[in-house]
C-alpha cells in the first residue's frame, strides 16, 4: 500500500512540474490553433490529462525535453476539436427541424462559402453534397470519368475547409 502511495505522490508531482513548467506553452499552442480563449483552457486541462496517462503508462519520467510530445497532443486535440465542431456546423446546416438562429447563421456561412467555389467545383460539390447524387450520377450527367468528379468534390471540400475553418499551417 505504501508503494501506491508513493508512485501516486511522485506522479503527482512531476504532472505539477509539468504543468508550471508548461501551461503556458500548451495554452498559447492551442489559442493559436483555435482562437478562442475558452476552448485554449480546455485544451490545457485536456492535454495535461494525456500526459498524466502517458506517465502513468511510463511513456514520461520526466519533466524534460516533452515539449516536442505537448506540442504533439495540443495539435491533435485542436484538430479533435474542430473536426467536432465542423461536423456540428454540418449537422445544423442539414437538418431541418432545427430552426434557430445560430442555423440560419451557419447556412449564410455555408452558402457564401459554397459561392466562393470556383464554377467547375461548386456545381459538384452541390449535386454531391446537398443533392445526395452518386458520383456515377455526377458523371453521368457531367460527362465526366467517376475520378475525375470525386477529385473535384474532394479539392471543392478542401477550399470549403480553408474558407470556413481557416488554414494556418
Known amino acids: 500500500m505504501k508503494n501506491?502511495?508513493?508512485?501516486?505522490?511522485?506522479i503527482n508531482a512531476l504532472l505539477?512540474?509539468?504543468?508550471?513548467?508548461?501551461?503556458?506553452?500548451?495554452?498559447?499552442?492551442?489559442?493559436?490553433?483555435?482562437g478562442d480563449k475558452t476552448l485554449a483552457e480546455d485544451i490545457v486541462q485536456d492535454t495535461i490529462i494525456k500526459i498524466r496517462e502517458k506517465i502513468i503508462g511510463k511513456e514520461i519520467n520526466s519533466c524534460h525535453?516533452?515539449?516536442?510530445?505537448?506540442?504533439?497532443?495540443?495539435?491533435g486535440l485542436c484538430i479533435d476539436l474542430i473536426r467536432r465542431n465542423e461536423k456540428v456546423i454540418y449537422r445544423e446546416i442539414f437538418d431541418e427541424d432545427i430552426k434557430t438562429e445560430d442555423t440560419f447563421v451557419s447556412r449564410l456561412i455555408f452558402n457564401d462559402a459554397i459561392n466562393r467555389l470556383p464554377e467547375k467545383y461548386k456545381n459538384i460539390f452541390i449535386m454531391k453534397a446537398l443533392k445526395d447524387m452518386s458520383y456515377s450520377e455526377i458523371a453521368k450527367d457531367l460527362e465526366l470519368s467517376e475520378s475525375a468528379v470525386r477529385k473535384r468534390v474532394e479539392r471543392a471540400r478542401k477550399i470549403l475547409k480553408e474558407v470556413l475553418v481557416g488554414d494556418d499551417e
Not at 4 to 10: L, W
Not at 65 to 75: A, D, E, S, T
Open 4 to 10: 501506491k502511495e508513493q508512485n501516486y505522490e511522485s
Open 65 to 75: 525535453k516533452i515539449g516536442r510530445l505537448i506540442g504533439y497532443i495540443v495539435r
Open 16 to 34: 505539477k512540474e509539468i504543468y508550471l513548467e508548461y501551461n503556458q506553452y500548451i495554452y498559447s499552442l492551442a489559442y493559436k490553433h483555435l
